[in-house]
T-cell receptor, first 115, second 112 residues
């Protein structure tokens, strides 16, 4: 079974530039999550999709971050403009459905360095 | 709102020795508890979870955790570690109405 695919694996940009990350969840998984993991911290949920609808985006800095999952399959996360404090690993995860018992499957992440 | 504390940021342990990784949480409602592991250059994987029932939960790779409601803890244990257990371990908590909150992580280093 193919896992959660993310690209690129690494990205280095200068502050005020824009960047986009891509995620392809496991086939058939309705729920998709984007997490931000800053060095030395645990992952923090940025946004959660159920199919192509947003379930939770309460911790997404909407002035600079945006995400979409137009067809309910793959998703993109964009940062525009980037700040130094956005340097982190951006993790995508998916689960079959939403629920406390649902297991999350994580991708390997995109490591972003903002200079 | 709930929160998760992992007091030990780094835990070095010799191979074949036992290990305990500590996790404490705070929440005013019932919680569900998880341990995830992140091996170098890999995504997070679920080790084990506590939803209800027996407070002793067994997971993959010989790990187990015990839910202690009075102490609001969910410590992870393994009686004998292997080199391959070297990884970052994250405790996480979820309520019925909220998102999954991860702790800051504990880096386990197994020394040959």
């Amino acid at each position: 079974e193919a896992g959660v695919a993310q690209s690129p694996r690494y990205k280095i940009i200068e502050k005020r530039q824009s960047v986009a990350f891509w995620c392809n969840p496991i086939s058939g998984h309705a729920t998709l999550y984007w997490y931000q993991q800053i060095l030395g911290q645990g992952p923090k949920l940025l946004i959660q999709f159920q199919n192509n609808g947003v379930v939770d985006d309460s911790q997404l800095p909407k002035d600079r971050f945006s995400a979409e999952r137009l067809k309910g399959v793959d998703s993109t996360l964009k940062i525009q403009p980037a700040k130094l404090e956005d340097s982190a690993v951006y993790l995508c995860a998916s689960s079959l459905r939403t629920g406390v018992n649902e297991k999350l499957f994580f991708g390997s992440g995109t490591q972003l360095s903002v200079l | 709102a709930q929160s998760v504390t992992q007091l030990d940021s780094q835990v070095p342990v010799f191979e074949e020795a036992p290990v305990e990784l500590r996790c404490n949480y705070s929440s005013s409602v019932s919680v569900y508890l998880f341990w995830y592991v992140q091996y170098p250059n890999q995504g997070l994987q679920l080790l084990l979870k506590y939803l209800s029932g027996s407070t002793l939960v067994k997971g993959i790779n010989g790990f187990e955790a015990e839910f202690n409601k009075s102490q609001t803890s969910f410590h992870l244990r393994k009686p004998s570690v292997h080199i391959s257990d070297t990884a970052e371990y994250f405790c996480a908590v979820k309520t019925s109405y909220d998102k999954v909150i991860f702790g800051p992580g504990t880096s386990l280093s197994v020394i040959p």
